[in-house]
């Protein structure tokens, strides 16, 4: 039995040491192989990153698109209130003018009715005129 013990323990060292040498062979075509897997696996990394690359080219194009439309509605708004500048500031010359036409044509007609208002109607015309001139003297210096 001890033998036996022995000699089982003899042939299982000696082949388990046998078996666990790999040749030269062997060991290249081990290192070919895990360097044909590290390729393979570079390939397919780089096939990730190129549809992440095109992906992102899109998203930038895209925002492209949408800076681009803004720019647009950011245009068309600028206009649209270069518009309403000229119309506001036409109005409010062609109410100044009203306003100082109806000072000059309206308190003399009623000065000359009461005699003694005179004065006060032509004070009132020099005030106008003042204002109309002010208002003027800003909207041409806004625009």
């Known amino acids: 039995m001890r033998s036996m013990f022995w000699v089982s323990i003899l042939s299982a060292a000696l082949l388990g040491g046998t078996a666990c040498k790999k040749s030269a062979e062997e060991k290249a075509q ?9 390729v393979k696996d570079q390939r397919e ?3 990730d990153e190129q549809k992440d690359v095109a992906k992102e080219k899109k998203d930038v194009r895209n925002e492209q698109q949408d800076v681009n ?58 005030a106008n005129r003042r204002l109309f001139r002010c208002a003027v003297a800003r909207s041409a210096s806004t625009s």
Not at 73 to 82: C, G, I
Request: charged share 35%; hydrophobic share 35%; aromatic share 2%.
């Open 69 to 126: 439309e803004e720019k647009g509605d950011l245009v068309k708004a600028q206009s649209q209130l270069a518009a309403a500048r000229v119309e506001y500031r036409t109005r409010l010359n062609e109410r100044l003018r009203d306003n100082i036409s109806r000072a000059r044509t309206g308190p003399r007609a009623a000065a000359s009715n009461s005699g003694g208002g005179a004065l006060k109607s032509s004070m009132g015309a020099c």
């Open 45 to 47: 990394d780089l096939r």
């Open 30 to 38: 081990a290192k070919f192989e895990k360097a044909q897997e590290d």
